[in-house]
Structures are given as structure tokens and as C-alpha cells.
């Protein structure tokens, strides 16, 4: 039996959908770093040696085919099997086109899709009507696939579109009326998100912080909120409680910011708290305790605010 296991977002599902261009799988398996990383050995996701993996970091066990560009995501030894890695590739999709497309001609068709790829990936939009156009269709799907419930779009809703999207004419499959209707909900949703995240914003420096003190806001998370109210600030920090726990979420401003920095924010984030990371304009920290929380956000703030200073 042949298996391929891949990221549950849009990356996951344009890498998926590349690979199995070339070659059909009898089963698709979508997971998430959280349950590679888990710490309980029975939550954690278990590779199998036959397996062809993508967009995840590099499995535990040697399988077929391993291809990655998180920075985190190589970790041990060299893999003794097919791999591909480049941590500067601005997405997974990417890696595998530019490595692929000249002995598979075939692959020539999904250029725009990477491309879109690239720029929701590396959350390197040009302008702030990027995030919502729904006339890209890799925009459009990866506001689609966050609609409904996960379980479901994880385990039949997802893994359908890869082999659609490899096998039937792609654009055709993407022009489904449905999935472009979950899009515009998700974008509405979006929309009353940015309104209502408005009374928990400051500018400290260059970045501008969001703190909802553990409080609901209504929408679904959007995560460029902070940069349309104040399209100026260079960066965004998001501070998540829950718990009495806190997670921290910081950004570049895509709209400012068009080429790259010195700073990788997914390393940074990697480095402050184990098990963190993301990319290099995007960085995420594991939970932070209470008694540690005050000094590590005056540490996250002061790095980016002399970040910009360059
Ligand atoms: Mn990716």
C-alpha cells in the first residue's frame, strides 16, 4: 500500500496534489506538526516505511520520499532515501515544482497555483485586497478549507481535492459553486473579526500588539486584522491566553515588507520556546507560563522593534 501523508493546509494540499501528479497514491493521510511532535507516544502520528511525505518535518523512521522547507522540519541525520529540503523556498508546492516540472511537462499547468502557494505560504501578499481575492484560486481555496468542521475537511473534504486537483482539469475543480461559497462565508467571517478585534489593539514601537486578554473575538481569526487598522506598523504580535497560558503570534506587515529580512521569525520563535516555529515572516511560540510570560513578551517586542532599525 502506498501512502501519502501531508500538511492540513494549502501548502499540504498544493504539495500533495503535485506528487500525486506523478504518481497516484491508495491513500491520503493529512496531519499536523502537533501530533508528530506529541509528546504522548499513543496521540503521536506514526509514519510508515512505504510512506511519501510532504510539507511535515522529516519523519522519525526512513520512508519512500521526504520533502520539506520549514526550517524546523530537518532534524537528524541525512536522510539515506529520496529527499528534497530548502528552507528558503517560500513553500513546499514550490520545492517540489521547480525540482519536478522539467521531466514532468505535465506539471507546467499549476504554475499559478504555486504561485498563489508561494504568497499565502510565506505570507508574502503584495497588497492588503490580496488576502480576499477570490479570483486567485489558491486564495480561494485556502479561505474555503477552513470552513466546517476540521475532522471532516481533514479526513474526506481535503484529501478528495488533492486527487481532483491532480487527475481532473484543476481550474475545473476549484470553480465548484460550493467551495467558493465557503470561501466568501470565511471571508465574511474575517470581516467581523477585523471589526470587532479593533478595541484590542496598541502600538508599542513599530508593532502593533494584539491583546484580547483571553476574551473571545467575534469572526473567525483574521489574521492581517492588525495591519488594516494600522497599515503602518512593520510588525504584529498576537497574544493568545487560554488557561493562564500564553502563545504568542508575530508577524512582518506582508504590505510593507517585500523582500526579506535578517531576522527568521519561525526561528526566533523556535528559539524562545521548544517546539515553536513557522517562517520566515511568521513566527509562532509554544505556550508560555504565567511567571515567565512578562520578560519573554518584553524580549519578542524588543526584537522586533530593533529588527526595524536596520
Ligand atoms: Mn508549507
Not at 55 to 66: A, E, G, H, S, Y
Not at 108 to 118: A, F, N, Q, S
Not at 139 to 166: E, H, S, T, W
Not at 288 to 308: A, G
Request: proline residues 5%; charged residues 25%; glycine residues 6%.
Amino acid at each position: 500500500m502506498s501512502r501519502l501523508v501531508t500538511h492540513t493546509d494549502l501548502d499540504g494540499i498544493v504539495s500533495g496534489a503535485l506528487i500525486y501528479a506523478m504518481h497516484p497514491f491508495s491513500d491520503i493521510e493529512m496531519t499536523d506538526y502537533k501530533w508528530i511532535d506529541h509528546k504522548q507516544a499513543n496521540h503521536r502520528f506514526r509514519f510508515l516505511e512505504d510512506d511519501t511525505v510532504v510539507d511535515l518535518p522529516m519523519p522519525d523512521i526512513d520512508v519512500r520520499f521526504w520533502a520539506d522547507h520549514h526550517p524546523t522540519g530537518f532534524r537528524h541525520s541525512t536522510p539515506t532515501y529520496d529527499y528534497l529540503y530548502d528552507q528558503h523556498a517560500p513553500s513546499c508546492a514550490r520545492l517540489i515544482y521547480d525540482n519536478f516540472v522539467r521531466q514532468h511537462d505535465h506539471l507546467k499547468k499549476y504554475e499559478g497555483l504555486v504561485i498563489d502557494t508561494d504568497m499565502v505560504d510565506s505570507a508574502r501578499y503584495k497588497t492588503i485586497d490580496d488576502v480576499h481575492d477570490l479570483s486567485r484560486y489558491g486564495v480561494m481555496l485556502n479561505l474555503a478549507i477552513y470552513v466546517g468542521p476540521m475532522d471532516f475537511n481533514n479526513r474526506f473534504m481535503k484529501p478528495d481535492l488533492i486527487r481532483r486537483i491532480a487527475t481532473e482539469p484543476w481550474k475545473q475543480v476549484l470553480d465548484n459553486p460550493l467551495l467558493h461559497m465557503m470561501a466568501e462565508y470565511n471571508v465574511e467571517q474575517h470581516r467581523v473579526y477585523e471589526e470587532d478585534v479593533k478595541r484590542y489593539l496598541r502600538m508599542e514601537g513599530n508593532t502593533v500588539v494584539q491583546d484580547t486578554g483571553g476574551r473571545r473575538v467575534k469572526g473567525s481569526l483574521s489574521r492581517f486584522a492588525s495591519f488594516m487598522h494600522f497599515p503602518d506598523s512593520l510588525y504584529q504580535l498576537i497574544i493568545q491566553k487560554k488557561y493562564e497560558r500564553y502563545k504568542l503570534i508575530f508577524s512582518e506587515n506582508p504590505f510593507i515588507y517585500s523582500h526579506p529580512r535578517n531576522v527568521h521569525l519561525g526561528e526566533f520563535a523556535a528559539r524562545l520556546t521548544p517546539g515553536g516555529g513557522g517562517h520566515k515572516a511568521i513566527g509562532q511560540t509554544k505556550e508560555i507560563e504565567p511567571k515567565e510570560f512578562p520578560k519573554k513578551l518584553r524580549f519578542v517586542l524588543d526584537t522586533l522593534n530593533s529588527i526595524t532599525s536596520d
